[in-house]
Antibody
Framework: QVQLVQSGAEVKKPGASVKVSCKAS????????ITWVRQAPGQGLEWMGW????????NYAQNLQDRLTLTTDTSTSTAYMELRSLRSDDTAVYYC??????????WGRGTLVTVSS | DIQMTQSPSSLSASVGDRVTITCRAS??????LAWYQQKPEKAPKSLIY???SLQSGVPSRFSGSGSGTNFTLTISSLQPEDFATYYC?????????FGGGTKVEIK
């Protein structure tokens, strides 16, 4: 079955960077994109960006594009989300999800990133 | 960016009720709309894609309809496990914006 296993919770200081991993299994990694979504405490879902796992093409939310980098490693079927210059309002649960171009259909369990001095 | 507006933001209903949630896009998105369900402290679950197609394994009491700018998610007979927050998302263009969510609570 399709699984997306994300790395563990992180605590970072303001100004630092975080890199979250998302290891896929149960399907052909290069046949689907990966979307990243975050959710601040008590808030709704925020689309962050998308990466094509076959070509590496990316598309980022405008409010994050200067600080966000999405990458993949096809040899290990792993996607990565790196967010730099962290601020307190980046505190959120970060989700990766398999993107089939009409929607996402499978989600990781989420990674809590806490930004605090 | 396309803005997605859901209504209501919350509703109270009883088991067995028919529930309808509306999602409106700020511009036409054809049928490029998805619906998700999220329970507290859990990852979202994908319910519907292309406005009306059920994801594999989703119960048939869930249905979606609409095209252009107006869409609905209907639960024909609300079950205890359906109390959750529901989100729409447009897939017509980037950024793939979400609606603000509709929380379905027990009456």
């Amino acid at each position: 079955q399709v699984q997306l296993v994300q790395s563990g919770a992180e605590v970072k200081k303001p100004g630092a960077s975080v890199k979250v991993s998302c290891k896929a299994s149960g399907y052909s990694f290069s046949n689907y994109g990966i979307t990243w979504v975050r959710q601040a405490p008590g808030q709704g879902l925020e689309w962050m960006g998308w990466i094509s796992t076959s070509y590496g093409h990316t598309n980022y939310a405008q409010n994050l594009q200067d600080r966000l980098t999405l990458t993949t490693d096809t040899s290990t079927s792993t996607a990565y989300m790196e967010l730099r210059s962290l601020r307190s309002d980046d505190t959120a649960v970060y989700y990766c999800a398999r993107d089939r171009a009409t929607s996402v259909d499978s989600w990781g369990r989420g990674t809590l990133v806490t930004v605090s001095s | 960016d396309i803005q997605m507006t859901q209504s209501p933001s919350s509703l109270s209903a009883s088991v067995g009720d028919r529930v309808t949630i509306t999602c409106r896009a700020s511009q036409g998105i054809r049928n490029w709309l998805a619906w998700y369900q999220q329970k507290p402290e859990k990852a979202p679950k994908s319910l519907i894609y292309a406005a009306s197609s059920l994801q594999s394994g989703v119960p048939s009491r869930f249905s979606g309809s609409g095209s252009g700018t107006n869409f609905t998610l209907t639960i024909s007979s609300l079950q205890p496990e359906d109390f959750a927050t529901y989100y729409c998302q447009q897939y017509n263009s980037y950024p793939r914006t979400f609606g603000g969510g509709t929380k379905v609570e027990i009456k």
